[in-house]
């Protein structure tokens, strides 16, 4: 079957855009991560979903940061007004369900703010 | 906090060689779970190998295995065999297992450049 989808593969924006990443999960997965992997912070888990609902969003970096998922499959990653600092590659992955420990990982979109 | 460390930063090996990867982490729970990832240029993380805290066996797969010591808090991978197709990163994770194994996401170590010369 298909694997973790993410729209789109690349996107450059300028400082102070909007933007929207899209995350597509395994069909039936009910959980759902985004993780974020830059060079100077490493990979840093930002948000889960289980279901539609995200039960902790301390890890988003800043409230420029919002996440939602709806009909518990398609999630989009917003950032809002974006920074230089906001480079960096965004990774969405899924599991069967919260309790499920393997997660697979989709191919990331690569940000770059200019 | 949980923490990974990779101490690596960069690992070369001759094609058909054997080479390890090392890890250590740090956590104060007794259950969770680690992982090995791979990830080639292609940027899509590959699950490697995972071992269940509770279980006293190394785990293996193929020519994948891990030297597992839990009161070292330290999780290796042995890579025999080493093929052109394993160079890529490696990251190490943890992730705790009653919270449900992801809800608190996992933690990565910042990861090993493992370079195959032909």
């Known amino acids: 079957g298909a694997g973790v989808s993410q729209s789109p593969s690349n996107k450059v924006t300028e400082k102070g855009k909007d933007v929207e990443l899209r995350c597509d999960p395994i069909s039936g997965h009910t959980a759902l991560y985004w993780y974020r992997q830059s060079l100077g912070q490493g990979l840093e888990f930002l948000i889960y979903f289980q279901g539609n609902s995200a039960p902790d969003k301390s890890g988003l970096p800043s409230d420029r940061f919002s996440a939602e998922r709806t009909g518990g499959s398609v999630s989009t990653l917003t950032i809002q007004r974006t920074q230089q600092e906001d480079s960096a590659v965004y990774l969405c992955?899924?599991?069967?369900?919260?309790?499920?420990?393997?997660?697979?990982f989709g191919p990331g979109t690569r940000l770059t703010v200019t | 906090a949980q923490t990974v460390t990779q101490s690596q930063p960069e690992m070369s090996v001759q094609e058909a060689e054997t080479v390890t990867l090392s890890c250590t982490y740090d956590?104060?729970?007794?259950?969770?779970?680690l992982f090995w990832y791979k990830q080639p240029p292609s940027r899509q993380m590959i699950l490697v190998i995972r071992?269940?805290?509770?279980?006293?066996q190394n785990a293996t797969e193929n020519r994948f295995s891990v030297n597992f010591q839990k009161a070292a808090k330290s999780f290796s991978l042995k890579i025999s065999d080493s093929q052109l197709g394993d160079a890529a990163m490696y990251f190490c994770?943890?992730?705790?297992?009653?919270?449900?194994?992801?809800?608190?996401?996992?933690?990565f170590g910042k990861g090993t450049h493992l370079i195959i010369q032909p």
């Open positions: 956590t104060s729970e007794s259950d969770y779970y």
């Open positions: 994770a943890y992730s705790e297992m009653y919270s449900g194994g992801g809800a608190d996401g996992l933690t």
């Open positions: 071992q269940e805290a509770y279980k006293q």
């Open positions: 992955a899924s599991s069967l369900n919260s309790a499920h420990y393997e997660q697979y």
